[in-house]
């Protein structure tokens, strides 16, 4: 186990910062509470919330001891570690063997789009869902206390771990108590509920849902696989490829070799059926309230349950000895191409710490830079939020004004905006400067031929966020009244 973790841990450590998505924006968001309380700048607040904050909580205790760049790599590592062990004791539990020849599968997806995003809290929160519910399966007062502690903390995490959790135990508490017949009637149940939940959203307006684009065939769990670029995209069709050449060996050796599989391979497979037709159901993104940040990705987030619900249905099925060497080549290829992409990113991130050591202390910036096209992680600009630790303030910060994060601006504050679509406009370049912006200064991409060239330019009134070299419109945006408002 030493030894699988250590090689597990790899990628936390080959690039000078890791690199995902809203990791970045986590770490800014942990200095920034760190300056708060220590009362070091005004106007942003530690609130105390009971979800959504162990990740954060985590950073920031370990960055006051050991500092931002090793308190980065420990939480990290942590929650890497939670959710590869959480999912292999779960898949172990209930197939009844430990999934060793599904290894390289299982590094892959805890390296997948869901980490690579940077959903910490989340990406922590199903580990310890699956932790919880390989306890509760073991029955027994004492391991369903310890799966109660194990959901507790999932909760503290995000709140989708509890549900996670929840759902499942009720579930599974139900299929094991119910004769093979009323069985049948779980899966229509939870396919009748997960219909009228898209109905629902679908009639409220007020939520502003949106649906995912991609297709059917993007909801089997291989899709957390596609994060940096087209090639990825192709080498999860491989990695789905695989899975069902794997399923069929298995089903050949059941038939003609007599390897009958687990006694829980029904349950597995009505999981991973389940968590598909609930991703197609479920909104991609709507809204808690009109001030209120996003519930957002919300499907490309679950489809992490789905892979693993579907190695679980593998593991359960009794695979060839020769599945891992085709998963194993899989796991290579992908984290060739992570090493080289990540790179990239970590470079980016040096350039704009030369530039933020360059600025005046406390200077305010806005963080301007779009990913290549074909990338499925746009949120590349939190490099740069994360370069401005102990130089510079990252006006354009989201987790303030989402209401969702322990950090929250107050109004009139010249620290970070409490306007989650001012925050959203200036992030994407939309933003048009107003005199009362100012003073900001933009660090953008400058280099057509090479993404992670920045620059660092004072903005102008009229000046859009990611361009501050045109000349500036002094024509006021349509909507200036109800930004002032904000």
């Not at 050949?252 to 968590?275: N, P, Q």
């Not at 991703?279 to 991609?284: A, D, F, K, S, V």
């Not at 809204?287 to 789905?306: C, D, E, N």
């Not at 060739?336 to 202390?361: C, I, V, W």
Request: a neutral charge; aromatic letters at 16%; glycine letters at 8%.
């Amino acid at each position: 186990m030493f030894f699988i973790s250590a090689l597990l841990l790899v990628p936390c450590f080959w690039h000078t910062h890791l690199q995902a998505g809203d990791l970045g924006s986590h770490i800014y968001n942990a200095w920034l509470a760190q300056l708060a309380e220590r009362r070091e700048i005004s106007g942003v607040i530690v609130v105390q919330q009971w979800s959504n904050v162990l990740f954060d909580v985590l950073v920031l205790h370990a960055a006051n001891w050991f500092g931002f760049v090793a308190a980065e790599k420990i939480a990290v590592s942590l929650a890497v570690l939670v959710f590869f062990w959480g999912a292999f004791s779960f898949i172990t539990s209930l197939s009844g063997r430990p999934p060793w020849l599904l290894i390289p599968l299982l590094f892959v997806f805890g390296y997948g789009y869901a980490f690579h995003m940077g959903f910490m809290n989340y990406y922590i929160s199903i580990g310890l869902a699956f932790f919880a519910l390989a306890a509760a399966w073991r029955s027994g007062a004492g391991n369903w206390l310890l799966a109660l502690g194990f959901a507790a903390f999932a909760f503290t995490a995000h709140p989708i771990g509890l549900v996670l959790f929840v759902s499942l135990a009720v579930y599974i508490s139900t299929w094991r108590r119910l004769p093979r017949g009323p069985r049948l009637l779980l899966p229509l149940f939870t396919l009748v509920f997960s219909i009228g939940l898209h109905f629902y959203f679908g009639a409220r307006q007020e939520l502003e849902p949106s649906w995912r684009s991609e297709g059917f065939l993007q909801l089997f769990g291989q899709d957390q696989m596609n994060v940096y670029g087209h090639r990825y995209l192709v080498l999860s069709w491989f990695a789905l490829a695989w899975g069902i050449f794997c399923v069929a060996g298995g089903w050949y050796d059941w038939i003609f070799r007599a390897r009958r599989g687990a006694s829980t391979l029904w349950l597995a497979v009505e999981l991973y059926l389940m968590a598909i037709a609930g991703t197609i159901c479920l909104p991609e993104n709507f809204r808690t309230g009109l001030y209120a940040g996003w519930v957002g990705l919300l499907v490309s987030r679950l489809t992490l349950v789905t892979a693993v619900f579907g190695l679980l249905a593998l593991a359960s099925l009794r695979p060839p000895q020769w599945t891992w060497r085709g998963a194993a080549v899989l796991a290579a290829v992908f984290f060739a191409f992570l090493y080289h992409d990540t790179g990239k990113l970590d470079r980016m991130e040096a350039n704009a710490r030369t530039l933020a050591q360059s600025l005046p202390p406390g200077t305010r910036i806005v963080a301007v830079a779009n990913a290549p096209e074909d990338w499925r992680v746009p949120f590349i600009y939190h490099s740069i939020d994360r370069a401005c630790i102990g130089h510079c303030f990252s006006f354009a910060n989201y987790e303030a004004s989402s209401l969702q994060f322990r950090v929250r601006a107050l109004a009139g504050n010249s620290i970070v905006t409490t306007s989650v679509d001012q925050s959203d406009d200036m992030s994407s370049g939309d933003y048009r400067m107003r005199k009362a912006d100012l003073p900001l200064v933009s660090i953008y991409q400058c280099d057509d031929a090479d993404f992670t060239t920045l620059c660092a330019h004072p903005l102008r009134e009229g000046q859009k966020s990611e361009d501050p070299e045109s000349e500036p419109s002094l024509a006021p945006p349509a909507d200036a009244d109800s930004e002032e408002q904000n």
